[in-house]
C-alpha cells in the first residue's frame, strides 16, 4: 500500500510516473491523500470552506490513475501537514510513502522543508522523495552504499527502476583512510537468493575523507542517484547536513532519497 500526499493533480501523476516500475512490482495499491491546512486564526468548524481545492485535486488525478491502479483518496483537514500525513500512514498502515522535492527552499530551519523533514523522520513508513526524476526508467543508476536498512531499501528501488535488458546497477563504496571498507558483494548477497551477476551489478570502491564530494563527482556518469537517508534522528540541523542529505541537495542529476522504516525487511531478493 503506497501513499501520495497530494498538493495538486500534476503534482500525484508526477510521482506515479516517476515511481510507475516500482508500484507495478509490488502491485501497488495507491492511497491518494490531500491535507487541507486550515489557518490557525481560523476556527476548525469553517475547514469545509478550504476543502474543495484538494477534492478538484483528487479528482483530476484518479482519471488518471485508476487506469493502472486500485486508487483510494483521503482528504482531510489539519493545521500541520507533515503531522498530518504521518497520522494518515499510521492509521492506514501504509507501507510506503513517496513525495517529491524540487531543491533546496529559502528556509535555513530545514534541509527538505517543513512537510519533508518531519515525514522523514517521524514516518511508519518506508519513505521515497523524488527530485528531478522525470522517466520511469534509468540505464546507469549509482547506490552509495554504508550499510544497513537504508542502503538495502536504496539497492531495493535502484533494482525496480533500472532498464531492464541493458541497465546495469553500481553500489559505491566509500571509505575514509585507514577505516575497514565494507565487503559489498558480500552485502548484496545477503539480500539476495542467488549470487549476484556480474551483468547487473558493478560494485565499486573509493577511499576519500571528502564522502559526499566522491560521490557527486563519481554522479557525473550516472542517470539516477538512489541514496540511503541519513539515520541521525535530528536530521533538520542548522549546524551541519549529514552526507546523504548533503548530496541530495547539490545534486543535479536525478536523484531517490530513501529511508527505511526500523526492522525493514528487504524485498531485493524478489527481483532480481
Known sequence: RVMIPVANPNNAIQL?????????????QVELLNMVRVPEQIPLSHAEDYMWEGREAITEAMIYLTTYFPVTTTIRYCRNVARGIVSAAREKHVNTIIMGWKGK??????IFG????????????????????????????????????????????????VEENEGYIVPFNITPPGRETLDL?????????????????????A???QIADTILE??????LIVIGASND????????????????????????????????????????
Open 16 to 28: 506515479v510516473k516517476n515511481g510507475f516500475k516500482l508500484l507495478q512490482a509490488k502491485q501497488s
Open 114 to 161: 517543513s512537510t519533508i523533514d518531519p515525514v522523514i523522520q517521524k514516518s511508519p513508513s518506508n519513505v521515497l522523495v523524488f527530485k528531478n526524476c522525470t522517466e520511469s526508467s534509468y540505464k546507469r543508476i549509482l547506490v552509495p552504499v554504508s550499510g544497513g536498512p537504508n542502503s538495502r531499501l536504496a539497492l531495493e528501488i535502484a533494482c525496480t527502476m
Open 105 to 110: 527552499t529559502a528556509r535555513t530551519d530545514y
Open 207 to 209: 577511499v576519500s575523507r
Open 185 to 205: 558483494e558480500s552485502f548484496i548477497e545477503k539480500q539476495c537468493e542467488q549470487h549476484v551477476t556480474e551483468s547487473r551489478y558493478h560494485p565499486k570502491y
Open 233 to 272: 534522528k535530528a536530521i533538520a540541523q542548522l549546524v551541519r547536513s549529514t552526507i546523504p542529505e548533503e548530496v541530495a541537495e547539490r545534486c543535479d542529476k536525478p536523484l531517490v532519497m530513501v529511508k527505511a522504516t526500523e526492522g525493514f525487511e528487504t524485498l531485493l531478493k524478489r527481483y532480481i
Open 218 to 223: 563519481e554522479s557525473v556518469n550516472y542517470d
